[in-house]
């Protein structure tokens, strides 16, 4: 076993340290990884690199994936309007897929024999992890120390302390994780069907007050300026976003949702840019697309979040549903209005080249200017001719 590779994904808790040790002790030289998609302040990283040093393994990396998950994710779910169980944004799920994808890249780069990770046996993770790793590099083994020994807290803060690594390692109440598509919060309340998070439990308090208006510009689908101020990236919009709204204490719900295993659970979410993004393309396209278009989009769109969801990232199946999302989107620009308050917020209304609702046509319930009134009756008639065939046919009342 001497001198064999292997990486693990590291966060720096209690599950990946104990990986560490454990893995050390098999006779395995161990690079660690993490993989940042938003969620982590320099600061942390540098905490986290820190942390793998003292513990010994050989190297240890930060891939940074965020503008990659944007690119190649993130911009589809806005496309697609994409709300699991008309609630959730996704916020943790979609950046699952990218961060194995990275590991696996990395364990592939360095020639590694094998990939450990810290998930149990209980979740979705194990199984987008797993997936993901027999796709990219099927000849790699892979290592799951905590779900395979099925440890208790307890037994793995007792082999660490036996092992000289003695941390306080005070369980919190909630388990946080953050993105750039959101943060999800689980735990406590979470674990049952009829409680709500207390206001303590959610990682950005309720200190704004009063009210204002946020009007965000989107570019073929894509958010790209924000008060009339054009920014570096759709990333930068996005996390911007999140500075002004969140303090508000909008985007939080808690989502109910079938896991890949089969049980059903409840997360609470954090997503303020997420869900007021949503909310604004959708009120943009409404004004832009047509009925046709809508309809054929949300059947298509749900399928492409469930995927994304269920760590499916990979399947071919996926570009193809990108390529049709990206396709709807040519004549989505123009400016949404958002109006924010505590705990809520609204579209206002939108501006584009492309509004479909233009006055040029007529306003609705009030004055047209594309047909006349002998028109529509005739319409009328035909529109619901085989309606009425078949009450004359069948007799009915």
């Known amino acids: 076993m001497s001198n064999k590779k292997v990486v693990l994904a590291f966060s720096g808790g209690l599950d990946t340290t104990y990986c560490v040790k454990y893995l050390a002790e098999l006779g395995y030289e161990i690079y660690s990884a993490i993989v940042n998609t938003g969620g982590f302040s320099d600061e942390e990283l540098v905490d986290i690199e820190q942390k793998a040093k003292e513990l010994g393994v050989k190297e240890h990396v930060t891939l940074d994936e965020t503008e990659n998950f944007y690119q190649k994710c993130v911009r589809y779910l806005i496309a697609g309007n994409v709300l699991k169980n008309n609630t959730y944004p996704l916020s943790v799920s979609a950046e699952r897929v990218f961060q194995a994808i990275a590991i696996g890249n990395y364990a592939r780069k360095i020639g590694a024999e094998a990939i450990a990770h810290g998930s149990t046996g209980a979740g979705n993770d194990q199984v987008r992890f797993d997936m993901t790793f027999h796709i990219l590099c099927p000849e790699v083994e892979i290592i799951t120390p905590i779900r395979d020994n099925q440890l208790s807290r307890e037994d793995e803060i007792e082999y660490l302390k036996a092992r000289g690594v003695v941390r306080e390692w005070s369980k919190a109440k909630y388990s946080i994780n953050k993105g750039l598509w959101g943060t999800s919060v689980g735990g406590a309340e979470t674990l049952t069907s009829d409680q709500y998070l207390p206001e303590e439990a959610w990682p950005t308090q309720v200190t704004k007050t009063g009210q204002e208006e946020l009007e965000i510009t989107f570019e073929k689908g894509e958010p790209v300026a924000l008060n009339g101020k054009k920014l570096s990236s759709s990333v930068a919009v996005i996390q911007e976003i999140e500075k002004i709204a969140a303090p508000y204490g909008v985007g939080r719900d808690i989502h109910v949702g079938d896991t890949i295993i089969g049980i059903k659970g409840r997360v609470g979410f954090e997503a303020a840019a997420p ?119 069948n007799g009915e009342n």
Do not use: C
Request: glycine share 8%; proline share 3%.
């Open 275 to 393: 869900v007021i993004l949503v909310k604004a393309h959708h009120a943009l396209e409404k004004h832009t697309l047509t009925k046709v278009q809508l309809n054929t989009k949300d059947p298509l769109a749900n399928q492409y979040g469930s995927m994304v969801h269920e760590g499916q990232f990979l399947e071919p199946a996926m570009r193809d549903l990108e390529a049709f999302l990206a396709s709807t989107q040519d004549k989505v620009s123009g400016t949404v209005k958002i109006f924010l308050a505590p705990h809520r917020f609204h579209v206002v209304g939108i501006t584009s080249e492309a509004d479909l609702m233009s006055s040029k046509f007529g306003s609705y319930g009030e004055m047209n200017l594309s047909w006349s009134g002998e028109d529509v009756k005739g319409f009328s008639k035909i529109f619901g001719n085989q309606t009425s065939i078949y009450f004359k046919v």
